[in-house]
């Protein structure tokens, strides 16, 4: 099975900052990771796909990079409405099966 | 727009069965170009897929719960459904549905609906 790690767990940050996430695979997965974001008591909100592809309607501050087993998430400048947390998750192309990491949490500095 | 909405109920006691259903709308459930998928998520905690389907009805189940999980579809429901078995305190969480793309990501998702497990 492939295992998900992201750092750091928790990130404190203010408005304006540039933030990076980052996620690592124990295995390669190419490109098919997808990073969502999760707000308190709400589902998670797809943000990237495919590593890199940002989901329509999602912020352009909203980035992702990597391939093979690391990758990151990068917001460009912080928002208010961008504290949350965020979980990368590696899926693949022949089958509907999937991990996820285990969350960074960014919260106000 | 798609809309899931998952159904059942929120106690559930241990050693029973959980079982929970997802109405699709907006959208036909018969598409090959999707799969539909359980996950779920303890209080605090972070996000466990479960298993997922397709309309045909092939299953796809995460390992560590194969041995109790059971997950259906019903096209003329436009409806999918999990069965867990032997819950314990441990299987307390957020459930949610979602839909997943071919070969890709999970794109839309349900609320999520919290099932305790409490005698």
Redesign the interface.
């Known amino acids: 099975?492939i295992q998900m790690t992201q750092s750091p767990s928790t990130l404190s940050a203010s408005v304006g900052d540039r933030v990076t996430i980052t996620c690592r695979a124990s295995q390669s997965i190419s490109s098919w990771l997808?990073w969502y974001q999760q707000k308190p008591g709400?589902?998670?909100?797809?943000l990237i796909?495919?590593a890199s592809s940002l989901?329509s309607g999602v912020p352009s501050r909203f980035s992702g990079s990597g391939s093979g087993t690391e990758f990151t998430l990068t917001i460009s400048s912080l928002q208010p409405d961008d504290f949350a947390t965020y979980?990368c998750?590696q899926?693949?192309?022949?089958?509907?099966?999937?991990?996820?990491?285990?969350?960074t949490k960014v919260d106000i500095k | 727009q798609l809309q899931l909405q998952e159904s059942g109920p929120g106690l559930v006691k241990p050693s029973e069965t959980l079982s929970l259903t997802c109405t699709v709308s907006g959208g036909s459930i018969s598409s090959s170009s999707y799969y539909w998928g359980w996950i779920r998520q303890p209080p605090g905690k972070g996000l466990e897929w479960i298993g997922s389907i397709y309309y045909s009805g092939s299953t796809y189940y995460n390992p560590s719960l194969k041995s109790r999980v059971t997950i259906s579809v019903d096209t003329s429901k436009n409806q999918f459904s999990l069965k867990l078995s032997s819950v314990t305190a441990a299987d307390t969480a957020v459930y949610y549905c979602a839909r997943g793309i071919r070969g890709s990501n999970l794109d839309y998702w349900g609320q999520g609906t919290l099932v305790t497990v409490s005698s």
């Open positions: 099975d997808a709400k589902a998670p909100k797809l796909y495919k989901e979980y998750q899926y693949n192309s022949y089958s509907p099966s999937f991990t996820f990491g285990p969350g």
